[in-house]
């Protein structure tokens, strides 16, 4: 199972970037797929999760209505579209997935959104 993040880096307050994950080694289509990200000296917390098959979309409260999440399960990837970025989201960004109780973790994109 292989994880891959990309798309992040600095950008300023109110601007936006499309992160990816890319997955393989596993049924894609199948499972969850969650973004979680991880601030300097905060814990990891859930950003945005999407079932299989166009099953629910969650997000949390922080970011409701500013990031979109998707999943095009013939290409294996699922997309964080963030907009009107605020300095407090300027996070590590991990893609997640779980098979069989087991947590997968891609090495994360960085995101920082500063003037």
């Known amino acids: 199972v292989q994880l891959v993040e990309s798309g992040g880096g600095l950008v300023q307050p109110g601007g936006s970037l499309r992160l990816s994950c890319a997955a393989s080694g596993f049924t894609f289509s199948r499972y969850v797929i969650k973004w979680y990200r991880q601030a300097p000296g905060k814990e990891r917390e859930l950003v945005a999760g999407?079932?299989?098959?166009?099953?629910?979309?969650n997000y949390a409260d922080s970011v409701k209505g500013r990031f979109t999440i998707s999943r095009d399960d013939r290409k294996n990837t699922v997309y964080l579209q963030t907009n009107s970025l605020k300095p407090e989201d300027t996070a590590v960004y991990y893609c997640n997935t779980r098979i069989w109780s087991t947590d997968y973790w891609g090495q994360g994109t960085q995101v920082t959104v500063s003037s």
């Open positions: 999407i079932s299989s098959r166009g099953g629910p979309i």
